[in-house]
Each structure stands twice: as structure tokens, then as C-alpha cells.
């Protein structure tokens, strides 16, 4: 067993150093860290290893891969692959810190979001499918610079922190954090989402319940920040999904 282990252990090991992508193997909610769902959890599964519980939501994204622009109306790019709710929660108040750390992440043309969506009750048996997402956090490029959020990302130790907006209503929330890869966006289908979920539970007396979008309808292929050139000086970004919504 041991040695099945440590296979593996290998060949995750493997995967990281030759795909280079990544994933967000934990946070830091209110200057508390939690870890995350690991990639490798579920080798450990297989293994018949038991595995701990984490805000993170289970995904197959064993390759290390990214959920394609032909897949945006998919399940899949709403907690990346095969997603499946966590069973806990970490806890922020609003007005405070989240930040989520990525595994070395190696693409530095793209933007970064966060979007939170409502549970209407325990995130453990929400249907992902019902999960109206509402954007609190984006940023694309640095006009003047021509620095894309990806490389500000990859700049501060592989790492965002978003801010919860002060005046969002307490609750039991998902949180859904991404990257969008757009160094292919040139061609129809390009771009790579990243997406990863959390179950964050919200603190405070805000009474905002900002209307979402079901992560089916959050992107289109063909939208002005996932098919575009990013090989030219760019003086406009359409950064993709819903507006945002700052509290
Ligand atoms: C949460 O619990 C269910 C039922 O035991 C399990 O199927 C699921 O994989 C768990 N989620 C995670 C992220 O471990
Ligand atoms: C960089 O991030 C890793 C987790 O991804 C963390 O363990 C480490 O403490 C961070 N380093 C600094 C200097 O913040
Ligand atoms: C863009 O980068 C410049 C130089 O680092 C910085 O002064 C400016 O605040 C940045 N602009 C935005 C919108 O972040
Ligand atoms: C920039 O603006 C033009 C004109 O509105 C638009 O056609 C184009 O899609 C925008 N580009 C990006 C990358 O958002």
C-alpha cells in the first residue's frame, strides 16, 4: 500500500513539473489559513486512503488542465471538473481578507476573478447547478504596463486576496475563484479557465443579497476578453463575465 502510495505521490509530483499548471491548494480566510482540495486527494481515494476535509471542493483536474471555451454552457466550468461540494466551511466577515493560493502558476497573460454565490442554506448539498454567482473581484491588465492580473498573481508568491465587500449579507457562501489563460486567446477556443470553489461561510450585519448568474451563463466563447489578441499593445479590456459588484 505504502508503495502504491508513493507512485502516486510520483506521478502527481510528475504532472506539476510537466503541465506547470496549477490549482489553489488553500486560503487565507481572516489571516486563518485552511487548506484546500489537493489534486492529489484523489489518488489518496483510490488508494483507499482517507482523506481530510477541506473548504475546497473535490475536482479531477488531474491533469493539472483547465475547463476550454467550447465547455462554458458544461457543468464543469462551474468548480472545474467533476466538482463536487465540499463538506465544510471556512469563515470570513465581510470587509475582511481572502486569499487564495495557487501551486506555481506559470501563465502571466490573463485576467484573475472572484465571484461568491449564495448557498440559501448548508453549501454541502447545495445544487452547483442552482449557484447564482455574483463577481466581487476581477482585474485584467495594467494599461501603462501591459501587466496582466496573471503576472501581478504570480509576482505576490502565486498568491490573490480579495476583499468581501463590507455590505454583503451574512451566510453560507461558495466562493469561486479563476484564472483565465488567455496566451491562446487568439484563436476561437483558446483561453483556459481555471475555476476553483470554496465553501466560505460570511460574518457581519450587511443586508446586501446582490442577483447572480448561474456559471453556465458566465461566459461565451466568443466574448471580447476570452477571443481577442493578446499579443498587441491593448489600450481596452472587456474583463469577461457579469458586472462586477462592489458592495
Ligand atoms: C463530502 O461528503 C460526501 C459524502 O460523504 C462525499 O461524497 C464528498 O466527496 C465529500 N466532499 C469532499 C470535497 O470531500
Ligand atoms: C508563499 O506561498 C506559500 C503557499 O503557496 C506559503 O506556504 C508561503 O509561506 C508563502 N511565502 C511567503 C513569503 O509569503
Ligand atoms: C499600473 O501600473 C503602474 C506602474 O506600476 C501603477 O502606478 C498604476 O497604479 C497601475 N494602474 C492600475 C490601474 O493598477
Ligand atoms: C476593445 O474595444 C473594441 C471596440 O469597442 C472591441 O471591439 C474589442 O472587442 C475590445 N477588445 C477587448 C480585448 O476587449
Redesign the pocket.
Given at each position: 500500500m505504502l508503495y502504491v502510495l508513493k507512485i502516486a505521490g510520483l506521478l502527481s509530483g510528475f504532472a506539476s513539473t510537466a503541465l506547470g499548471h496549477g490549482f489553489v491548494s488553500g486560503i487565507v480566510a481572516n489571516g486563518v489559513y485552511t487548506e484546500g482540495w489537493q489534486v492529489s486527494f484523489w489518488y489518496d481515494i483510490v488508494n483507499g486512503v482517507t482523506i481530510p476535509q477541506t473548504p475546497g471542493w473535490y475536482e479531477e483536474e488531474l491533469d493539472l488542465g483547465f475547463v476550454p471555451p467550447d465547455e462554458y454552457q458544461d457543468p464543469n466550468i462551474i468548480c472545474h471538473k467533476n466538482a463536487v461540494n465540499a463538506n465544510v466551511s471556512a469563515t470570513v466577515p465581510a470587509g475582511g481578507t481572502v486569499e487564495f493560493q495557487w501551486t506555481t502558476w506559470p501563465h502571466s497573460i490573463g485576467p484573475v476573478l472572484t465571484y461568491v454565490a449564495n448557498c440559501g442554506g448548508d453549501c454541502k448539498s447545495v445544487d452547483k447547478k442552482t449557484l447564482e454567482f455574483v463577481k466581487i473581484d476581477e482585474s485584467g491588465i495594467?494599461f501603462?504596463?501591459q501587466?496582466w492580473a496573471s503576472g501581478v498573481l504570480i509576482a505576490n508568491n502565486n498568491s490573490w486576496t480579495t476583499t468581501v465587500p463590507k455590505t454583503l449579507a451574512p451566510g453560507h457562501y461558495v466562493f469561486r475563484h479563476e484564472i483565465i489563460a488567455c496566451h491562446g486567446a487568439t484563436s476561437l477556443d483558446g483561453a483556459q479557465n481555471y475555476p476553483f470553489c470554496l465553501n466560505i461561510d460570511v460574518t457581519g450585519s450587511g443586508t446586501a443579497n446582490p442577483t447572480g448568474t448561474l456559471g453556465v451563463n458566465l461566459y461565451k466563447e466568443t466574448d471580447p476578453g476570452i477571443y481577442f489578441n493578446p499579443y498587441v499593445t491593448l489600450t481596452n479590456y472587456t474583463i469577461p463575465g457579469p458586472t462586477l459588484w462592489t458592495g
Open positions: 495594467n501603462s504596463t501587466e
